[in-house]
C-alpha cells in the first residue's frame, strides 16, 4: 500500500481531459514539492512536473499540476493516444526520511 | 547528453547477493544527488535509496531493513548499490537516477537509466 494515493485508472476521449489525483499527508506533500512522471509502456520513466508544477524544457503545456495542502493533481488536456501510460506521483515524506511514489495511475485513451 | 548507465544485474538465489553499479556521464556527477528506484513485475515504481552529492548523507527505504548500501565514487562517477540477503520480492527493474535539486524539499528525478534487471530465484 503506498504513502501516496493515486486513483488506479482514468480515461477520456481523444481531445478531452484528464486529471489525476495524489492524495498524501503532512509529513510528505502538505511539507515539499511534488513531481510527476510518464511511463510509457517499453520506455523509461519521465520526469513530467516538479516542484508542484514547473514542467521541464521539452514537456508540453497540455501537461499541468497543482498542490493544495495535502494533494496534488496532474491535468493532461488534448488527450491523445500517444499519452496513454501509467502516470505516478512522487515527493520526499519528512516522517519516514525517504522518498515516496503514488502507486500510479493507468491513463486510457477511449 | 546525461547518460546513466546501469550493470550488474542477474539472477540470483534468496538469501544471496548483488552489486548494481550506475556509470554516469555527461554532466558534473560531483554537483548531484543520485539515486536508485525500482519497479518489481507489474507493480509501480517504488524509491529505494539515495544519496547526497558528495556522499555524506545516504537515505534507505525502511522497508528494506538495511539490507542495501548506496556508495558513489565522485572521482568515477559511479554510484553503486549493494544488495544483501535478497528476497523474491527484491525482483525487478532496478533504476538509477539522478536528482534534479540537492533541497529535499523538492525532491524529483530529471535523469532516468534504462534500468537493469535483477532476478532472485528461490
Known amino acids: 500500500q503506498s504513502v501516496l494515493t493515486q486513483p488506479p485508472s482514468v480515461s477520456a476521449a481523444p481531445g478531452q481531459k484528464v486529471t489525476v489525483s495524489c492524495s498524501g499527508s503532512t509529513s510528505n506533500i502538505g511539507s515539499n514539492s511534488v513531481s510527476w512522471y510518464q511511463h510509457l509502456p517499453g520506455t523509461v520513466p519521465k520526469l513530467l512536473i516538479y516542484?508542484?508544477?514547473k514542467r521541464p524544457s521539452g514537456i508540453p503545456d497540455r501537461f499541468s499540476a497543482s498542490k493544495s495542502g495535502t494533494s496534488a493533481t496532474l491535468g493532461i488536456t488534448g488527450l491523445q493516444t500517444g499519452d496513454e501510460a501509467d502516470y505516478y506521483c512522487a515527493t520526499w515524506d519528512n516522517s519516514l526520511s525517504g522518498g515516496v511514489f503514488g502507486g500510479g495511475t493507468k491513463v486510457t485513451v477511449l | 547528453e546525461v547518460v546513466l548507465w546501469e550493470s550488474g544485474g542477474n539472477l540470483v538465489q534468496r538469501g544471496g547477493s548483488l552489486r548494481l553499479s550506475c556509470s554516469a556521464s555527461g554532466f558534473k556527477f560531483s554537483d548531484y544527488s543520485m539515486s536508485w528506484v525500482r519497479q518489481a513485475p507489474g507493480k509501480g515504481l517504488e524509491w529505494v535509496s539515495s544519496i547526497s552529492d558528495s556522499g555524506f548523507f545516504v537515505y534507505n527505504a525502511e522497508a528494506l531493513q538495511g539490507r542495501f548500501t548506496i556508495s558513489r565514487d565522485n572521482a568515477d562517477n559511479t554510484v553503486d548499490l549493494q544488495m544483501h540477503n535478497l528476497e523474491v520480492d527484491d525482483t525487478g527493474v532496478y533504476y538509477c537516477v539522478r536528482g534534479g535539486s540537492r533541497s529535499l524539499a523538492s525532491f524529483h528525478f530529471d535523469h532516468w537509466g534504462r534500468g537493469d534487471l535483477v532476478t532472485v530465484s528461490s
Open positions: 516542484d508542484n508544477d
